[in-house]
């Protein structure tokens, strides 16, 4: 029998792995526990409760956590993501704008 989530997961489109991996969990213990942030992204991307803050929010999480394998030196990443804060903490159009140009640093 399928659970809400899992339809959910279905009628979104999920890929089977990631429906296989939420089978008999709720929402918030597939959240917690998938250490895929690609399918965490993509649900909260698709899940019309959130909106761009919430899915920016989620990515920033997500690439905090890789900061750590950035060479030495190289501050582009921690700069785009302490951009992208600013704006999901004030999303003014000079954050949005600063956000933006951190993320295009290359």
Same mark, same amino acid.
């Given at each position: 029998?399928?659970?809400?989530? @899992?339809?959910?997961?279905?009628?979104?489109?999920?890929?089977?792995?990631?429906? *296989?991996?939420?089978?008999?969990?709720?929402?918030? *213990?597939?959240?917690? #526990?998938?250490? %895929?942030?690609?399918?965490?992204?993509?649900?909260?991307? %698709?899940? #019309?409760? #959130?909106?761009?803050?919430?899915?920016? /929010?989620?990515?920033?999480?997500?690439?905090?956590?890789?900061?750590?394998?950035?060479?030495?030196?190289?501050? /582009?990443? %921690?700069?785009?993501?302490?951009?992208? *804060?600013?704006?999901?903490? @004030?999303?003014?159009?000079? #954050?949005?704008?600063?956000? %933006?140009?951190?993320?295009?640093?290359?």
């Amino acid at each position: 029998m399928k659970t809400k989530l @899992t339809q959910h997961l279905e009628d979104l489109g999920a890929c089977a792995p990631a429906i *296989e991996f939420a089978a008999g969990k709720t929402a918030k *213990e597939t959240w917690d #526990n998938c250490v %895929r942030p690609d399918w965490l992204l993509w649900w909260a991307a %698709r899940t #019309n409760t #959130n909106d761009a803050r919430a899915i920016v /929010r989620c990515a920033v999480i997500a690439a905090r956590k890789v900061l750590p394998l950035v060479v030495a030196g190289e501050d /582009r990443p %921690r700069l785009a993501i302490e951009a992208a *804060e600013k704006w999901v903490d @004030t999303p003014t159009p000079d #954050n949005a704008k600063a956000a %933006r140009a951190a993320a295009e640093a290359g």
